[in-house]
């Protein structure tokens, strides 16, 4: 812009000073929704937190995240469709047609891309309203506790998610949880990771038991570890999973547990 020697230069000085904050805003707004410029560009639109709210009744709401997390924690009355499952496309369209209500989709956060994808397939298969809530259910959970359920109850405040110190303080580096391992002759060790991940290889010289990821299945080991005061060690894939275990974990009055940072991946790094 040119402003030139005249009378104008103030108001091209408060233009200027405008297009200056508009640049901040985006890029404070790119900053905090790092895909969203990407995937609107192929259509997605978002919704924000308090559209979602104001119009709750009036939307489909879809959980892309695995089955394990959705039984965990998610948005009250929300449908789980998660984007690994084999039947997605079809599922979500059919709930477009039975509902005729606008598809909201909605994973872990911000940096969460399941949300995103999931939404694009829809658009692929035919889905003509479809949004993204990519703030995510920690966001909306801290939010909205009233209309988020925890392991199977309505939460009754944000205070009942779990902080990062609170899981950090379960966290051992994987040479620190393998040294208590071995050390412990009494230790629960589970690993938590699917079969295909697992591949039959054990990695505490087959001190480690198998147990797919699920509380019911889980249920026994963690009587039997309060009930002989026996410390719990989970190994999932990547640090992730267990984040979601926690959760289950706390609500049965375990406190000697302990999880290994960055999975098994992280493990077979330090070889």
Known sequence: MYCGRTGLGLACALLLSGATVGMAVASADEMKFPLRAQYETVGVKP?????LLAHFNNYTIID????????TLHIE??????????GFDQSVKALADKTKKPLVFYCNGTTC?????????????????????DAGIFHWAEANPGKTDLLGKKMQSAGQLIS?????????SPRDFYERVM??????????????QRAGVSLFQMRDVHVPLDNARLEDWVSRSKQE?????????TGHQVQWLQYYLKEQGLHNYWFMKGGAKAFYDTL
Request: charged fraction near 25%; proline fraction near 4%; aromatic fraction near 10%.
């Open 164 to 172: 990062k110190a609170d899981f950090a303080a379960h966290l051992l």
């Open 229 to 237: 005061n026996r410390a719990m060690f989970f190994i999932d894939a």
């Open 64 to 71: 892309a995240r695995s089955e394990y997390e959705y039984q």
């Open 183 to 196: 050390g412990d002759p009494n230790a629960i060790v589970l690993d938590i990771r699917d079969a295909g």
């Open 47 to 51: 919704i924000s937190t308090a559209d």
């Open 113 to 133: 891309e399941k949300s995103y994808k999931a939404a694009v397939r829809a658009i692929q298969s035919g889905v003509k309203q479809v949004l993204v809530y």
């Open 77 to 86: 009355g929300a449908e789980s469709v998660p984007l690994s499952s084999p």
